[in-house]
């Protein structure tokens, strides 16, 4: 048995706005090499969010329910400091595009300086997923496109009730 100290804690941060097969993909390979991961919702309360934190994070809930070491939750502020108030010393980077390269490897670097127990780990989407992004697929359902190949069921299912109403 593991201790809760000896355990391998990452957190996977972003706005998954919504949560897209892409991200999905990075969670599943991510919970296959730690002990928990937590999926967190980053609250950016100066942005525009297409859908709400609690909205997202039920969402997310809904889409890894099959995943016994995966915890979803919704944090405010500065990723490493979460990280640490909830024991993670990973954190989980997807990656598409050399465009998300460029980013992350910045966020890495600045996050080694002021958080150096903290690691990144960088995990690239399969190929079938590089294309698409949480922004693609709002633009895609605000125009009343199919989105499903893109997200999981409990999003699409969502999405069509919500533009029902």
């Known amino acids: 048995m593991i201790s809760s100290s000896d355990k391998k804690i990452a957190l996977y941060p972003g706005s998954f706005d919504p949560i897209t097969n892409g991200h999905l993909d990075v969670l599943y390979r991510a919970s296959r090499m730690f002990d928990e991961v937590v999926i967190a919702v980053l609250n950016h309360p100066s942005k525009k969010p297409f859908l709400s934190v609690d909205k997202r994070v039920e969402l997310i809930k809904q889409s890894v329910e099959d995943l016994e070491n995966v915890k979803v939750a919704s944090f405010e502020g500065l990723t490493v400091k979460y990280?640490?108030?909830?024991?993670?010393?990973?954190l989980i980077r997807g990656l598409r595009t050399i465009t998300d390269f460029e980013y992350e490897v910045q966020l890495c670097q600045t996050n080694q300086v002021i958080a150096p127990d903290i690691e990144t780990v960088f995990l690239s989407t399969k190929p079938e997923h590089n294309f698409i992004s949480s922004s693609i697929v709002k633009e895609l359902s605000n125009h009343k496109t199919d989105i499903s190949k893109f997200v999981p069921k409990s999003v699409v299912q969502y999405l069509k009730e919500y533009k029902k109403g």
């Open 83 to 90: 990280a640490r108030m909830i024991g993670a010393k990973f």
